[in-house]
């Protein structure tokens, strides 16, 4: 199962350099680019529950960053 | 924001006859395809608490579906 986020944000080369350092801690497979000025994750996850568990901490992760922009 | 949602199943396409009736009847713009037996979910939202919400509603509404199957 894959998911991916295309965020076209002005502050989305902020949140790369924000999220991209997390790329490889987190236990699924994740991968963040910053293409044409567009903030794009990607995540690969095994099941269901792992494919939930990744996007809630993502999309929680983003609005904590944006909140603080 | 956008979110794609690519799901390989062996029920791909129950799934995507069930959910594909509910594709016009939510607030997020969102388009439900089937594609070489996969099932595409696309996600367009205006911000980030739109795009949450409807994220998680069609991943629980998934999970749903999965568990009756």
Redesign the interface.
Same mark, same amino acid.
């Given at each position: 199962?894959?998911?991916? /986020?295309? /965020?076209?944000?002005p502050d989305a080369e902020i949140l790369y350099r924000a999220l991209k350092v997390e790329e490889k801690h987190v236990l699924t497979e994740t991968q963040i680019d910053l293409i044409d000025g567009k903030l794009i994750i990607r995540i690969k996850a095994e099941d269901?529950a792992e494919?939930?568990a990744s996007?809630?901490a993502w999309?929680r992760t983003?609005?904590a960053c944006?909140d603080v922009l």
């Open positions: 199962m894959e998911a991916e /986020f295309v /965020f076209e944000l269901l494919l939930r996007v809630n999309l983003i609005k944006l």
